[in-house]
């Protein structure tokens, strides 16, 4: 299976160039509803998603609103662009990541100011296509439990809230990666666990309760597969200026070598405003 991301030339440049994909806190994006919390544990605001549509044609909406006004492009991939790494953490009883497997290394989970939380499931349920229904907080509502200001219980994964959107965004046919984030100490992990869980152990000293804690990042960014964006397929929008084309191939050239280029299917069929 294909997915499709519509955006801008200059993000595709960076993709490219720096071969990482972006995840954006939930709380930052255009569906207000996203990011929400689950009375006092803002669980929403704890998650990174990276968006994309498994619509196989070409969106007209999608141009507009994501594409740099249909100025942009459209970049394809395959549904698992990823790098695995194997997570094996029993570094104390209360801080245990035993036999998972998750997108980053342990310098990555472990960076400064935040901690990834890899899941069982994650290589299986770390991108699912968004489930869209009338009425979002009672669809919601059956995946926790929360019995008081200071207990939260979530079912699964821990991420399905963030699978769940209203009817009104159906017409994306979206499909979007998850990740899970905590706030972690100013120091992140360098190769010494006894150096990091020292650190952990004074930064919880100071902040209480990490459960309520948002992470001041606001994205972040994965390093992908190096065959993920060679075997790519980059569409150039219908309203895209002279030129564009051309620009796009220069940076595949230099960093995709592999990937195709062509102009969309609806170029000559929407009258510039």
């Known amino acids: 299976m294909n997915l499709h991301h519509y955006t801008t030339v200059n993000t595709l440049a960076l993709m490219l160039r720096h071969q ?11 569906d207000v509803t996203e990011g929400r919390s689950i009375n006092t544990f803002p669980y929403g605001a704890r998650m990174f998603a990276s968006c994309w549509s498994a619509a196989e044609e ?21 549904h698992d662009p990823f790098i695995w790494h194997p997570i094996n953490i029993n570094w104390h009883n209360n801080f245990q990541f035993i036999d998972l497997e998750a997108p980053y290394n342990l310098e990555e989970m472990l960076s400064p100011g935040i901690t990834l939380i890899p899941t069982p499931k994650m290589k299986e349920l770390l991108g699912q296509p968004i489930r869209y229904v009338s009425d979002v907080p009672s669809a919601i509502s059956g995946l926790y439990t929360n019995t008081s200001s200071d207990d939260l219980t979530l079912y699964g994964e821990g991420t399905e809230i963030a699978f769940l959107k209203s009817n009104d965004w159906a017409f994306q046919q979206e499909f979007r990666y998850v990740l899970t984030a905590s706030p972690g100490p100013s120091k992140g992990y360098s190769g010494n666990y006894q150096d990091y869980i020292e650190e952990r152990r004074q930064w919880y000293r100071l902040v209480g309760d990490p459960l309520k804690g948002i992470p001041s990042r606001t994205y972040i960014d994965l390093k992908l597969a190096k065959e993920a964006l060679v075997e790519a397929e980059i569409t150039v929008g219908p309203l895209a200026p002279a030129g564009t084309l051309e620009i796009v191939e220069s940076l595949v050239a230099r960093f995709a070598v592999g990937a195709t280029v062509k102009s969309s299917c609806l170029s000559g069929t929407i009258r510039a405003k």
Request: glycine share 6%; charged share 30%; no cysteine.
């Open 20 to 30: 990482t994909l972006r995840f954006t806190r939930l709380d930052q994006f255009d």
């Open 58 to 78: 070409e969106s007209i909406p999608q141009w507009a609103m994501y594409g740099d006004a249909m100025r942009g492009i459209r970049l394809s991939i395959k």
